[in-house]
């Protein structure tokens, strides 16, 4: 847990939910809030409301306006910080430092959050659907139930994340990094992960209906379970990965490469060794443009 004071953890945050208020807005409402934290009668709820003018966008010179703020580089000195349940829907966070944060159960729906590091944070049963975290690095971070429906976390490095039962239903991961990350139970349907990296990922029983892996790397991925009907995997690598009991109706396969030790279901094995050809020693793709079809399936 950071040991920096309140004052300086509400400073940062009102900078990046209210980039645009005026210094003196931000300063009321800062001691305003550090009042309720303490407990103070003065501010209960009614009054907290009543300070939300002061975070309105001000005409003073030298405040950044809304289509000035990708020239002004500011980043929250927020490492171990405890956010936990904080309500931060649609916060500025660009380049913030969360690195070991505490955000489970937090709102962070639509928050701008590019280039944001919070490796190693805690963000279980965090909302961030709608929220962008483009480049983000959340590098061994726990998401386990999370929720980022249609989030952006293009070129983002998850790097053995944790994200167990996450839900990312349309969210768009295209050049993400997720070596080594713990995908079971997850939701992602329709999601995008195109040229994503899931080697050694773990994904079993992972819900991937209509997911774009379009040369996507599963190299020695567990997707045994896995549901990847109506999935697009053209091109992708499938070197020993575990398809085990993997549910694969109407998935495209074509130009898809796999090796010797693939595990495909027992089922569509000879299949899909029919619609292949080796195109080195143990080493094959698949050349059949067709879906697959799983008729045996269910």
Known sequence: MSSRPLSNILHD??????????????GNVQRALEGAA??????????????APALEP??????????????????????????AGANLRCAYLPRARLARANLTGANLRRAQMQQANLDRADVADTLLSDARLTAASLIDANLTRATLLATELDGADLTRATLHRAHLDNAQLPGAR???????????????LNH?????????????????????DLSRADLSGAVLDHANLWEARLSGANLAEASLQRTRLARCYWTSDTRWPARLRDDIAARSVEIAPGYFQVMSAE??????AG
């Open 58 to 83: 001000s005409d003073a010179p030298g405040v950044p306006r809304p289509d000035d703020l990708s020239l002004t580089p500011i980043a929250a000195e927020l490492e171990g910080a405890d956010l």
């Open 178 to 192: 997720l070596s080594g990350a713990d995908l079971t139970g997850a939701a992602l349907r329709s999601t995008i």
């Open 38 to 51: 303490e407990g103070d009668e003065r501010f209960g709820e009614d009054r907290m409301q009543d300070l």
């Open 196 to 216: 994503a990296d899931l080697s050694h990922a773990v994904l079993r029983n992972a819900g991937l209906e209509g997911a774009h892996l379009y040369r996507a």
């Open 13 to 26: 945050l009102l900078v990046q939910t209210a980039p645009t208020a005026s210094p003196t807005g931000r």
């Open 291 to 296: 879906d697959l079809a799983d008729v045996t």
